[in-house]
């Protein structure tokens, strides 16, 4: 009978990169900055949670796609991905936020990406798509998330766009609100030390008494403007989340 080779050593599996995963700026006016200054000037960073992503699908799931090398700091690594320029030639910040809109499909609470919207520190938007599906849509939820079936059959693979973003968060710090849901339609991992998710910063949940404040609450409170009156743009939500982010960006990161 053959025998198996007992000094047959396994190929070493390339290392697992996690992704570096980071709306128009405007002075704030009618903000309630004088109810909320002594939160901002007492309270203390909070702490990175580290659970991890779990979507459940019931189709086989795209590949999750990781660009951070886990033994690198992106942040305080010198690199081109400080300041470059896209195809667009817009500029690429260090800083950048992202907003997905969704759509509904199998019992329509779960959800799948439909449009996908990056905006540089500066408020100036670096991406965006519509993404076509990959499974029948049962609940487009126009009325909130402003998609309509047309946008979708001209939108852009799925796998695109994963590669394509993955390729804009490489080395940045990632800004938006409720991040995990973002990250979890496009199938992203992203390092949570360099998230900057305004639902989970903790001055910003005292305001709403601790609980998730929405990010239209904080719009109205902090920088005294409407936004998501009616339908919502992934493209304003994202500018919004930056703009809020780049005002408290000191004491954010003390």
């Keep these: 009978m053959d025998s198996v080779p007992s000094n047959t050593k396994r190929k070493k599996k390339r290392s697992k990169t ?15 900055w004088e109810m909320y200054k002594n939160l901002f000037s007492e309270s203390k960073p909070n702490k990175q949670q580290t659970e991890k992503n779990t979507p459940q699908h019931r189709h086989p799931k795209p590949k999750r796609i990781y660009t951070t090398p886990l033994h690198r700091d992106p942040v305080e690594e010198k690199s081109s991905h400080d300041v ?12 950048i936020a ?5 759509v509904g499909i199998g019992d329509g609470v779960e ?3 439909a449009r996908v919207s990056i905006v540089n520190k500066h408020g100036d938007c670096i991406y965006d798509k519509y993404v076509k599906p990959r ?4 609940d487009y939820r126009t009325a909130v998330s402003g998609i309509r079936p047309e946008q979708l059959k001209t939108g852009e693979d799925f796998s695109v766009v994963q590669v394509e973003v993955a390729e804009i968060l490489k080395g940045r710090i990632l800004v938006g609100h409720a991040l995990k849901h973002d990250l979890t339609v496009l199938y992203l991992s992203h390092p949570r030390r360099y998230w900057r998710d305004t639902s989970r910063y903790k001055p910003f949940r005292q ?5 998730t404040p929405s990010l239209k609450r904080l719009a109205q409170e902090l920088l005294g403007r409407e936004i998501q009156v009616g339908e919502h743009s992934s493209v304003e939500d994202a500018r919004t989340a930056m703009q809020l982010y780049m005002l408290y960006r000191n004491k954010w990161e003390s």
């Design 18 to 32: 996690e992704q570096f995963v980071p709306s128009t700026e405007r002075k704030a006016s009618g903000c309630n």
């Design 84 to 95: 470059v320029k896209n195809k667009e030639n817009k500029t690429l910040t260090k800083q």
């Design 98 to 102: 992202m907003d997905c809109e969704m």
């Design 111 to 113: 959800s799948m990406v």
């Design 135 to 138: 499974e029948n849509v049962v």
């Design 207 to 211: 305001i709403s008494k601790g609980n």
